[in-house]
Every structure is written in C-alpha cells, then in structure tokens.
C-alpha cells in the first residue's frame, strides 16, 4: 500500500480533488541528494526520470524536471538492490516493478515517501510520509516555504519485513507501521488492523485518533514524532504532516538528513520548531466603529491569532480573537477617533509562530465602509481599502483574493 494512493492519501487526495486542478504545465524541478554513507537507488512516480528509477551514490546529487502541474507523485529510496528473476530488481527495501532499475510506473511499500502534488487548486501540497513504514530519514525543502525536517534514524519499533517476497537472501531493512505490519499479519498488530490503517469505522480524523493507540502502535508515531519536524507518522497526521506553498514550486529531497549537520540546516525556512512563519502583509482598513483586518497567509499556519494595542509596538500579549480560519478579520464594537494597532500570528500544533508586521487603523462614523470579503457589492459603491478609496465597477460579491487593489476589473480608485 503505496501512501499516495493508500491510507492515508484518500483524505489528502479528497481534499485536493475538492480544490481542483488547473491545465497540466511544467512544474519545477526536483533536486535529490544522498546524504548517507552507503548507495540507494531512487524510484519514483511518474517515471519523469530514467524511467522511474537509477542508483545514486554516497554524496551524489541528480536534478530533473518534475512531474506535471496538477499531478500528485512520489520519490522513495531503495538499498542493495540486485538482478531480480522476473526481471526488475530486488530490493531489501523501495522493490519496485519495471525493467531493472527503473520503476516504468510501479510504485513501492513500507518505506519513506517524500510526496508532491503540483498545483491542486492553485498551490502545491508536498509532505514527507513514514505511514507506511520508513528506511532512511529525509527532508523536503521546496524553493519556497517551509522545510519538514528529521535527524537520526530511530530504532525499529515495530518489526522489520523479509525483503521482498522471500526472494532477497539478506532480511528486509524497512520499519514497518502498525498498519503494514497488521497486514501482513503480525501479533499483536493483526487484532485490529482497521484501527491501525484508519479504515472502515476509523476511517476519519474524528475515529481515527493515535493519541488514544495503546503501545506498541502508539509507540511507532510518538518515536518518530519526537525525531522529526513537520512529517507524517500516520494516516491522519495532516495537521502535523501536510504542507502548502506557491505553485509549482522547486524542491530539494534529501536522504539521511543529520549527517554532516544537513538536519539542522535545511530547516532554516520554518519560523522554528515547527511552528507557522509570520503572516505577511497586515492591512488595517477603519470603518465605523471597526477594523478590517487582511493578511497573506502564513507557511504552515493552521488557523490565526489576532493582537491589539492603543500604541505603535504595545499590542498585548493576549489575543482579541483565536482560531481565526481565514485571512481576513473584522474587529467591531471599537471607539471611534481611537488608534488602533495591530498584529497576528499563525498558529498550529507546535504553537504559535512569530508576529506579522503591525498595522493600524483609526475607526470614524459616517466615513467611507471598509471592504470587506462576502459582501454584495453594486455598481458605484464606495470602500476602502487600507488608506485608499475605490469604487464599484461591476456588481459582484467579493471574495478574498478579489480585494481592490488586486480586481482593476472590479474596482476603480476614487470617489
């Protein structure tokens, strides 16, 4: 069970169908590189490189085109892989279909998978998954955005498979999770395998709830949990494990992270242990007797915290408003002719990242209303829109996205 397509990716590609697609063009390319002391062989799907497969050696770095825009894929690694009889390699770990090396399209089980979805619905979603099981550590570090990190590779905690269908002489090196290792029928995993591959009557988030596993299942999660930052350890890890950033984005994929240091350095663009980095781009537009707050959403962030003070850098340290789910927020019940100062802060479940840039906002009766997003707008209403003026040129109802300065179809500056 690939997690792609398996477990885990039922939710996440249910989510993205949701979102959509957009027209197949070139997305960016993908760097990989082998931190660890020993060969691996890479395989992927689609097959965009040497047909899916080739070995790469200690140190070694390859670059290629990725897969593209609006398809989901994945790259894995494979060791000691040999001639096969059937002819594709075997493998102790990443086994593969194909001709030889090459994958031509068949995907693996039981390893770490760093997976990308370009473009679904305007962004792309990439993670690094250990659901099914994990051979080597990695990271992900996109051209933009943040990077899930790890560092050394734990001890098995669960069982370590047989190679691949009892074909390879040496034992399989691929820690597997509860999930595989139910499937494949191992005690105590196999007396409850629905709950361990979250399917049937754990088949959602709700269900589904590692923090309620007992050990050894519970064991798997919270031991890769505590070496990694920001990566999947089981099926609905989303909140931890799932990551969004700009379209089409480049990435850099490495194996066996924490040596030579690689771990800590490759993290530099989260805002640090894995919480959001900081929004960007506050706006404060005054209306009356309120403040339309606006923000670009922050790597990472879950949900938002807003801040408020009467002066410039005096904000307190207690939000106004938490768990705040969109990038836009109207802040009512204010005095007119007060300043208003403000900040906000992403939050998700490694806590809350650092403060946006300030804003600020002196509310006043009977001036022009602040645009604000959802609201049926007719031809030649007035708004505005931090400290400039627009009106309507067609009737519409606005969206976030469409905010006036960003719609000259929509709004023109002035009265």
């Not at 693996?108 to 099914?132: K, P, Q, R």
């Not at 069982?159 to 691949?164: E, M, Q, S």
């Not at 242990?273 to 960007?280: D, F, I, Q, T």
């Not at 400039?388 to 040129?393: N, P, S, V, W």
């Amino acid at each position: 069970m690939s997690t792609m397509f398996g477990a885990k990716t039922c939710a996440l590609l249910t989510a993205l169908v949701a979102l959509g697609t957009t027209q197949a063009v070139q997305a960016g390319t993908i760097t990989v590189k082998n931190n660890c002391s020993y060969q691996i062989a890479i395989g992927m799907y689609p097959p965009v490189y040497n047909s899916g497969g080739a070995f790469l050696g200690a140190g070694a770095t390859i670059s290629f085109a990725a897969w593209a825009s609006g398809t989901g894929g994945r790259l894995w690694s494979r060791h000691n892989c040999v001639a096969g009889p059937q002819g594709f390699d075997i493998c102790s770990s990443g086994t593969c279909g194909g001709t030889g090396i090459s994958c031509n399209g068949t995907t693996a089980a039981g390893v770490t998978e760093a997976e990308i979805n370009f473009n679904a619905g305007g962004a792309d979603w990439y993670d690094i998954s250990y659901v099914d099981g994990y051979n080597d550590m990695a990271n992900i570090t996109p051209s933009v955005g943040f990077a899930p990190t790890a560092t050394s590779k734990p001890a098995c905690a669960t069982v370590l498979n047989d190679g691949y269908n009892g074909v390879y002489v040496a034992n399989g090196d691929s820690c597997q999770s509860p999930c595989n290792a139910a499937n494949q029928g191992v005690v105590p995993y196999n007396s409850n395998t629905d709950r361990w591959c979250c399917h049937n009557a754990y088949g959602t988030s709700a269900t589904c709830n590692e923090g309620s596993w007992p050990a050894p299942e519970s064991t798997y999660v919270n031991t890769l949990h505590s070496v990694t930052n920001g990566e999947y350890t089981y099926a609905y890890d989303d909140n931890i494990g799932l990551h969004q950033t700009t379209a089409n984005s480049s990435y850099t994929i490495t194996f066996c992270p924490s040596t030579s240091g690689s771990a800590s350095s490759s993290s530099s663009s989260s805002s640090g242990g894995g919480v959001p980095a900081p929004p960007s781009g506050l706006t404060a537009t005054a209306g009356n007797a309120q403040v339309v707050l606006s923000w670009t959403a922050a790597v990472g962030a879950n949900t938002y915290n807003i801040y408020r003070g009467t002066a410039a850098g005096a904000e307190s340290g207690t939000a106004i408003a938490t768990n705040v789910g969109s990038t836009t927020y109207t802040n009512t019940g204010l005095t007119n002719g007060t300043h208003y100062y403000y900040k906000v802060a992403g939050v998700n479940s490694y806590g809350t990242g650092t403060m946006s840039n300030e804003a600020n906002a002196t509310p006043a009766a009977g001036g022009v209303p602040a645009w604000v997003a959802g609201h049926a707008y007719a031809i030649g209403n007035d708004v505005m829109y931090g400290s400039t003026e627009y009106h309507c040129l067609q009737a519409h109802t606005s969206e976030v996205g469409w905010e006036p300065p960003n719609a000259p179809a929509l709004w023109g500056v002035g009265p």
